[in-house]
């Protein structure tokens, strides 16, 4: 039911982009993007609510692919604030699909470490 | 001040020990969860509860418990605390909506050491 988040780690040079994807094997409702620091809460990025629907902020934006079950994070022209651990977080459809079920299932997180 | 807070936010207990851990929220939302953080495993759900009648178990809700005392207020208890369940626990909340509203926000966490 975990959501699996690819890749695991990722090392990046100030300036460079990367992509972060979240697949899940069930049908979804909505995915949540956050990025937590060391030892600190996560922090909410972005949600995205319907297939296709692509957000963005700043220079961090993503994408839904509905009927693929999978997300996908884009860091462009990456700062070094930008390190971090990435997590989506899933909420899938339930058996009756008038609704979300409420409950957020997370990936395993992907670690991010911008250099100068 | 936060809007979701959490005590205490470091704990060292022993093993065979009951503790609880408290959250207080003041966003008025009805939701409010419990997750548990070990390094390369994200973040699992323990308990949530979308209304203070409503309680559901979570992932991993083995050896946990939850009252939702009020609207605000959610806490989790380990009735015998295990080293195993040494980690950083999380509360959060939520008031689903538009997209623009459908935001989980998170507590500053509690680290529990358990010896």
Redesign the interface.
Known sequence: ??PVQSPQAVILREGEDAVINCSSSKALY?V?WYRQKH??????LM????GGEQ?GHEKISASFNEKKQQSSLYLTASQLSYSGTY?C?TDRLPAIRSS?T????????TTLQVKP | DADVTQTPRNRITKTGKRIMLECSQTKGHDRMYWYRQDPGLGLQLIYYSFDVKDINKGEISDGYSVSRQAQAKFSLSLESAIPNQTALYFCATRQPGTSRTDTQYFGPGTRLTVL
Do not use: D
Not at chain 1, 102 to 109: A, H, M, T, V, Y
């Open positions: 039911q975990q909505s949540h030892g600190e809460a996560p922090v909410f949600i995205l609510l319907k957000k997590f977080g979300n409420g409950k957020l299932i997370f990936g395993q997180g």
